[in-house]
């Protein structure tokens, strides 16, 4: 018997957004011109 837990855990879209939306209203203003910046310059998926 398989006792470990083989699934992933992904969060709700809806639960994603909001921990973004959380995450960017605690960023300085130079902290989100940086993440503005990553975002940017990262290659689209």
């Not at 909001?18 to 989100?32: C, F, I, M, Y």
């Amino acid at each position: 018997m398989n006792l470990t837990f083989s699934h992933t855990l992904s969060p709700s879209a809806k639960t994603g957004d909001a921990l973004v939306q959380t995450l960017l209203k605690n960023l300085s203003p130079n902290q989100k011109q940086m993440a503005l910046d990553l975002l940017k310059a990262a290659p689209a998926a």
